[in-house]
């Protein structure tokens, strides 16, 4: 052990390794500083999500839903399906079918066709209604939505293909979409879309969903983060008060959060 501190104090009285070593620690400071200013905000909306209590709706990869897939992030209220589909067509969405991997003829058919499937996701055990893709998308990139018709409203959730990846079921590789990251700019792409096709007078509005999540794991091969609100067409009951200038202040904080973790 002699030797050793006598290396470390040999070490310590190099005014290189001193100003090496000041320089790190300062540096680890500044970084952990940092973390926990961005990570305070994040502590107090989760605490006060739990005691809103807010509905926590996920969408599942499973039909058994015991792996979460994508949070419901739109919803379409008083409106049928059709009316729905119909009111996102007039922006130029196509519909497409949803993959089976059970069906296989569907994916063949599909990509003969130039189509490219949109993978299953479950609500409440059903898998999605109808499935949109957006405008000028290709097989790597493109915005998509889908959707549910659940007590004559409307559940959506929507995210955007930003590549192909890889992901494993069991020892076999499945061929899948990664989703961009920053799923609430792709909820607000969409909602401004849309909201004009239902009517000028239409309120459109947030509402508080589920967890906020700084990294979360769609079980489909990708990660996401999220200020865990919905956004809602055809709303009439505005929030008021301290709630609805709370998430204006989580959308801000959040907002700020894309700018950093989309470099990753």
Wanted: hydrophobic fraction near 40%; charged fraction near 20%.
């Amino acid at each position: 052990m002699r030797p050793i501190k006598s290396l470390t104090r040999y070490l310590k009285d190099k005014p290189v390794i001193k100003r090496f070593l000041s320089i790190t620690y300062a540096s680890l400071k500044i970084v952990l500083l940092i973390m926990l200013v961005l990570f305070i905000p994040y502590l107090f909306f989760s605490i006060h999500h739990m005691i809103d209590r807010s509905t926590e709706s996920f969408t599942y990869v499973d039909k058994d839903m015991s792996l979460k897939g994508e949070p419901i992030n739109l919803l379409i209220v008083d409106k049928s399906l059709s009316e729905a589909v119909s009111a996102i067509e007039k922006k130029g969405w196509k519909q497409v079918p949803t993959f089976s991997a059970v069906n296989t003829s569907t994916w063949e058919f599909s990509i003969g066709q130039g189509i490219t499937p949109i993978s299953p996701r479950y609500l409440k055990g059903k898998v999605q209604d109808a499935s949109l893709e957006g405008p000028d998308s290709t097989v790597r990139k493109r915005h998509h939505i889908r959707l549910w018709e659940i007590n004559s409203s409307v559940y959506c959730t929507v995210s955007y293909d930003s590549d192909v990846t890889i992901t494993l079921k069991g020892i076999l590789p499945y061929p899948t979409h990664r989703i961009g990251q920053d799923i609430d700019s792709e909820r607000k792409y969409a909602a401004d879309s849309f909201k004009n096709t239902f009517g000028s007078d239409i309120t459109v509005s947030y509402r508080d969903n589920s967890f906020p999540a700084l990294f979360s794991n769609n079980h489909a091969g990708s990660w996401y983060f999220s200020d865990g609100e919905s956004i809602v067409i055809g709303d009439t009951a505005h929030q008021k008060g301290f709630d609805d200038m709370l998430l204006s202040w989580r959308r801000a904080y959040f907002n700020m959060l894309a700018l950093i973790l989309n470099l990753f």
